[in-house]
């Protein structure tokens, strides 16, 4: 998962940004020791003798060493596309390596799509089973108050959405101090359980685990679709790179989060060691009842800093999911005036919450969701890994042995806890992949739909070539002015522009047809992302450029031609010049008979399109400088 936070360069790779990576990045695997344990024991009713206990919980340190120390920090964090991190990142970098082999790229591709609509399932997931974890807290001691959980839990995501509107930068800056204590906290809880059990530091030894899963198998793969719950929000360390950097991510781990971590299960296990009892809240009870209602609320608080993470990361992959095209537009709000990534997305915002709070009230604890947790968690470990293999052997150039080798280690731990979730498909894990799969479906009916109007303009509209051409051998009269068009396709003539000359027989003194490109890297460079194109015709004053950003970008592109390096452009007063688009309304084709399929496709992309917020630039520039059209076109 992805954040909108952003940290100043100057203090990147700094102490503060290290502590700022901790309530941001960390927050969801911060919160796991809250329900991991009891759902690894609660699986499939394994009992908590003492073999049980050192073994899995050798298991899940070593699960936290292999996979998340050596895969994700040590590997993916180098796998950066120009600095930034996550799914929609990397499979664009895996795209770019792959040009040459057609079906690897389109592999990447899918792997793209793929995974992030299953983000979207995580962040529906990672709210729900992090708030109700928290909550549950006051069940210890107070069984009678178990009704009350969920209904405490959607208060408090209820009031975390609410607050989505008023931005996130004067509270983010306080994640950091308060996931500090979090994690100190497991310190002071499983330091004097290890005191009193010291026979519990055998789980560090990974001989352990090896020992317990040759001995134990059927067990060990029971209890791996709860283990892997003691990994989620690892995917948010690569995500968040762009935000922190590399060194302070990995400066955080291995000072405080690791080591935390540790200490926290050895400590419960210690705790189960002696107290079979305790499983009925190993994390809590770990505390003497003076300190529950503390804990209560630091439990809270960490719950809902994860919970805020995975919303800010949700609305970062719909914005790079829009502009890549695989989704319609969203409204896009700035919450902040100094820092470009604080943003609020109302539609994404009341629709993440409509399925959150349907899935608290469904399932009404994190025990019911922990299948369909770590089915999610496990699946995007596969498809990191695959485009990791990828990057590995096409941008790093391994020798095909050292991919090899790596892609069979790998195989050999997730496949087992991929395959351990799978079974859990019917109690839960068919959540992940339901909202996976509409997603999915969403983004391929808006890409075959766009492919499709792309096509009947350029059956309806002339080509730009001609039209200029035609148009320079008949000159028009030339009225003072500027005139900017707006264009989404490069090869035709924009229908505003051909309007102007046919209703006035003139045309602007200057004119400048704009086209944009998102690329497949995050960002370009403002001074040169402006090129302008070659022109046919003998037509002074009138100019083609092509805008190129990177999926991450955020867009004005008045602003930009102004800063730009274009000399032809430098004397253009932008600020007054006449701002012409063009809207496109679609309309059903009643004449053409289509299937079934069809039929339906093309009733969904035209009601999404119809809900298509306008592109967020539109709103940059000034109301008395903008003029639209309109452009019908029937599918």
């Known amino acids: 998962m992805s954040s909108s936070y952003a940290i100043p360069t100057h203090s990147r790779g700094g102490i503060l940004t290290s502590l ?55 590997l993916v964090l180098r796998a950066d596309n120009r600095g930034e991190g996550g799914i929609i990142a990397l499979s664009a970098l895996a795209r770019s390596l792959l040009k040459q082999h057609r079906k690897l790229w389109l592999l990447a591709s899918g792997i793209g ?42 208060v408090l995501l209820t009031a ?8 996130t930068a004067a509270v983010g800056k306080l994640f950091g101090p308060i996931m500090l204590l979090w994690f100190m906290s497991f310190i002071a809880l499983g330091l004097p359980q290890i005191f009193m059990t010291p ?30 719950l003691a990994l989620t929000g690892a995917e948010a360390l690569y995500a968040d790179i762009a935000h922190f950097g590399r060194k302070p991510i990995q400066r955080a781990w291995f000072a405080v989060v690791l080591p935390a971590l540790v200490i926290m299960y050895l400590g419960q296990a210690a705790l189960l060691l002696r107290q079979p009892s305790a499983l009925a809240n190993p994390f809590f009870l770990l505390a003497p009842a003076w300190a529950h209602i503390p804990l209560l609320i630091g439990a809270t608080a960490a719950t809902l800093i994860a919970s805020q993470a995975v919303i800010s990361g949700a609305y970062s992959i719909a914005m790079q999911c829009s502009r ?23 539609g994404i915002t009341w629709l993440l919450y409509a399925a959150v709070a349907i899935v608290v009230v469904t399932f009404g604890s994190s025990e019911k969701l922990s299948g369909a947790y770590g089915l999610a968690v496990s699946t995007d470990f596969l498809l990191t890994t695959t485009l990791l293999l990828a990057v590995t052997h096409f941008c790093w150039k391994w020798r095909t042995i050292y991919t090899t080798l790596l892609g069979l280690f790998l195989a050999a731990v997730e496949i087992p806890l991929w395959c351990a979730n799978v079974i859990k498909i019917a109690t839960g894990g068919w959540l992940p992949l ?33 039209y200029l051409s035609e148009l320079s051998k008949k000159m028009p009269r030339r009225t003072p002015g500027t005139a900017i068009y707006f264009h989404s396709l490069q090869s035709t003539v924009p229908i505003m522009l051909k309007r102007n000359v046919q209703m006035y027989r003139s045309l602007h003194d200057r004119v400048l047809i704009v086209s944009m490109k998102t690329m497949s890297v995050p960002h370009t460079d403002p001074l040169t992302r402006a090129e302008v194109l070659q022109l046919p015709g003998d037509l002074p004053g009138v100019y083609h450029v092509m805008m190129r950003y990177g999926f991450k970008d955020i867009r004005n592109p008045i602003a930009d031609l102004a800063a730009s390096s274009l000399s032809a452009l430098r004397t253009w007063d932008f600020a007054k010049a006449y701002v012409f688009t063009g809207h496109i309304v679609l309309e059903e084709n009643t004449t053409t008979h ?24 539109l709103r940059a520039i000034p109301a008395e400088q903008q003029l639209e059209g309109t452009v019908r076109v029937a599918i």
């Open 434 to 466: 339901l909202i996976a799969a509409v997603l999915m479906c969403v983004m391929l009916i808006w890409l075959d739909g766009e492919k499709q109007v792309t096509h009947k303009r350029l059956d309806m509209e002339v080509p730009l070539t001609v």
């Open 113 to 154: 799509i793929f995974g992030a609509a299953l983000f979207f399932g995580d962040s529906v997931i990672t709210p729900a089973i992090s708030v109700l974890s928290a909550v549950e807290g006051l069940t210890v001691g107070r069984p009678e108050l178990a009704s009350f959980v969920a209904p405490i839990a959607l």
């Open 594 to 617: 289509s299937g079934i399929f069809r039929t339906i496709t093309h009733k969904i992309f035209i009601w999404l399109s119809r809900a298509s917020a306008s592109p967020s630039w």
């Open 160 to 167: 975390l959405f609410a607050m989505q509107h008023f931005g």
């Open 324 to 346: 890549l095209h695989l989704l319609p537009h969203v409204r896009v709000l700035y919450t902040s005036e100094s820092e470009k990534g604080q943003v609020y997305l109302p």
């Open 20 to 74: 700022a990576a901790l309530g941001v990045v960390f927050g969801d695997i911060g919160t796991s020791p809250l329900y991991v344990m009891r759902a690894v024991f609660a699986t499939g009713h394994i009992s908590l003798d003492s073999a049980s206990v050192l073994g899995l919980t050798s298991c899940i340190i070593w699960a936290l060493i292999v996979l998340v120390t050596g895969k994700y920090v040590l």
């Open 199 to 228: 026979s519990v530091l055998v789980a560090l030894s990974p001989f352990e685990a090896v020992a317990f899963m040759t001995t134990h198998p059927l067990i060990t793969f029971i209890a791996l679709g709860a283990i892997v």
